[in-house]
């Protein structure tokens, strides 16, 4: 393997660091707007979140039997893990229009550009912290609710800071493919 190509990943790590886009990824990107991701800064992007939050909110209420606490539980449960999987765990582009540009990318990294604290992505880290703190008031600061509450929060805002940036856990993303000579 040539040093010009850099570390070569191997599948058995546990994490690994996506690699920069290459020279062609780059001009694929910037030839077309990415409609995947360009919709968190559209009119009205912002509150379907908190529709969502209030929506799932209703729904637990309903359900003869769930308490106030577990209801708010259920509601940033149900809330984080749908991000997550929204935001951190697909790749790529889900419709056919940028022809494969995106396919690296989870849809935090794709949004404006990748760039770092931008207004949406600002919206984004908030919304999920202030769910949590909600939650928690809710449930009376309960420990177990605390606990559940905060893991289901870390694990939706750890993947959205600078650090974890193109940083990817073989156990839940699959192994990294062995790079090709």
Not at 20 to 27: F, G, Q, T, V
Not at 50 to 69: C, M, N, R, T, W
Not at 126 to 133: D, I, M, R
């Amino acid at each position: 393997m040539s040093s010009s190509k850099g570390r070569r990943r191997r599948s058995s790590s546990l994490m690994y660091t996506e690699p920069p886009e290459s020279l062609e990824h780059i001009s694929d990107q910037s030839a077309l707007p990415n409609l995947n991701s360009e919709w968190v800064n559209a009119k009205g992007a912002w509150a379907i979140h908190i529709i969502l939050i209030l929506a799932l909110k209703i729904f637990y209420d309903i359900i003869p039997g769930v308490s106030q606490e577990t209801s708010w539980t259920l509601t940033n449960i149900s809330y984080m893990f749908g991000s997550y999987l929204m935001f951190h765990w697909v790749r790529g582009v889900p419709f056919e229009f940028n022809a494969g540009a995106y396919d690296n990318l989870n849809m935090w990294e794709q949004i404006d550009n990748g760039d770092q604290y931008t207004p949406a992505k600002k919206f984004l880290l908030t919304v999920p912290v202030v769910l949590f703190l909600v939650s928690t008031h809710y449930t009376h600061y309960g420990v177990a609710y605390f606990v559940i509450n905060f893991l289901a929060t870390m694990a939706v805002v750890i993947p959205k800071l600078p650090a974890s940036h193109r940083l990817r856990i073989g156990l839940f993303s699959g192994p990294p493919p062995d790079d090709v000579q």
